[in-house]
């Protein structure tokens, strides 16, 4: 039997203050009393109170910088915030490990400086690797196991290989051919999520695209529960994200988050993709898996993960502003089974890795019916019941999320 993880062992206050933001240990308190214009992101140090380390970057970069801090630790909010989780939270105090991870992050960058010509080359993952303290002596079970080989971020281009527009082109015919993905103006989808710990029980979610490049992710869970609606969207220039129990609750996109929205929205039309990647190269064929489902998750949602193993072809390119972007397609049936995608914090690359399984045929077009959406603060098991295409959508979804109800 599987022993569970310390994230599902926490409790609910614990859960509570993992939605509330991925560890803070940079940052500190928020600033309530200011305010940003929609046309004008703020910066973190003009949103967050005794930022030190982190400063001059976007919002969405900074809570990025924080996920990323807190995957490497296997932390969360309270292991370096007063009181997080509760109402009585102290994000601007000082503590212990707060003040050591600020001499982390200037030790992490001077290294990159001084020893890798300013290429990121170090990060809290290096050493950490899901631990507060560093493992320094050789484990022999490591050593003499089967090794666990991840992949790079940046895939080495495979001689003798498929090109890489021809991966595509399988993956268009496969979708519905050209010709009718042209014709795609809409998606509409319908269903149910769930999220990792399962706190605040499934929620009804609806997935919403409008051609070229606008896409809302919905998420609205039964106000019992305490859990707040959850809401990502693109309206084709600006992006913004809803996490009610998030430390800002809701924030604009402007860094690398950004482009990652606009590029999710522009794949949700798959006749497109080969104009929306640019510098592609083919990467050596691989397996990829469903990722392993927390037992709270599970018993919110049956069938969230089918545990199945897949055998892929591998392309990688550039999205918007030079996003990084590796796609994995299904060898058997030529369709996408996940996009991963990287943005940059000054302590890394932070990754995203969206899953699509369960394809079925919607008007001639094969669209996935179930999505896993993984980020380092959090991970959405969404399985749809319904999917209209070439439907009129309610434009105001796609724009900044309606106020929230008292």
């Known amino acids: 039997m599987k022993v569970m993880g310390r994230r599902e062992r926490l409790g609910r206050g614990t859960l509570a ?3 509330i933001t991925a560890v803070a240990l940079v940052g500190a308190g928020l600033a309530f009393a200011q305010a940003a214009p929609p046309q004008k992101p703020l910066m973190a140090e003009e949103v967050f109170k005794n930022v030190r380390a982190l400063k001059g970057i976007p919002v969405d970069d900074f809570m990025e910088t924080m996920g990323l801090i807190s995957a490497a630790l296997s932390f969360d909010c309270s292991d370096c915030h007063t009181n997080a989780g509760t109402h009585k939270v102290d994000w601007a105090a000082d503590t212990p490990r707060k003040v050591i991870a600020r001499t982390m992050v200037t030790m992490v960058a001077n290294l990159n400086k001084n020893s890798f ?3 990121q080359a170090v990060t809290c993952w290096t ?14 079970e490591t050593i003499y196991g089967e090794p666990t080989l991840a992949p790079d971020d940046v895939v080495a281009t495979a001689q003798g290989l498929p090109s890489p527009e021809s991966i595509l082109d399988k993956f268009i015919q496969a979708s519905g051919g050209a010709q009718r993905l042209a014709g795609l103006t809409s998606i509409d989808g319908k269903g149910t999520s769930a999220g990792f710990g399962g706190f605040g029980g499934g929620g009804a979610v609806e997935i919403a695209a409008k051609a070229p490049d606008k896409r809302a992710t919905i998420i609205l869970f039964k106000a019992e529960t305490n859990r707040g609606d959850q809401i990502r969207t693109y309206d084709g220039a600006t992006g913004w994200v809803r996490t009610p129990l998030n430390v800002l609750g809701e924030y604009q996109l402007i860094g690398g988050d950004l482009d990652g929205a606009r590029f999710d929205a522009q794949l949700s039309f798959p006749g497109q993709i080969k104009k929306i990647l640019t510098n592609l190269k083919t990467g050596s064929p691989t397996t990829i898996s469903d990722l ?8 919110v949602q049956a069938n969230t993960a089918a545990g199945k193993t897949y055998n892929v072809d591998v392309v990688q390119g550039n999205g918007p502003r030079g996003l990084l972007v590796t796609l994995y397609f299904d060898k058997q049936t030529g369709l996408l089974a996940r996009e991963l995608r990287y943005s940059q914090t000054p302590i890394g690359r932070v990754p995203t890795e969206i899953d699509f399984a369960d394809y079925r045929d919607i008007n001639g077009i094969k669209l996935p019916f179930r999505i896993s959406y993984v980020w ?3 991970r959405d098991s969404i399985l749809l019941n319904e999917i209209k295409t070439n439907v009129s959508i309610d434009e105001t979804k796609f724009g900044r999320p309606a106020p929230l109800k008292k």
């Open 127 to 140: 050493c950490h690797r899901n631990r507060d303290k560093p493992l320094v002596t050789p484990v022999f």
């Open 117 to 119: 010509g300013g290429r």
């Open 376 to 378: 380092l603060d959090g």
């Open 292 to 299: 392993p489902v927390s037992h709270s998750q599970a018993a």
């Open 17 to 19: 203050a993992i939605e």
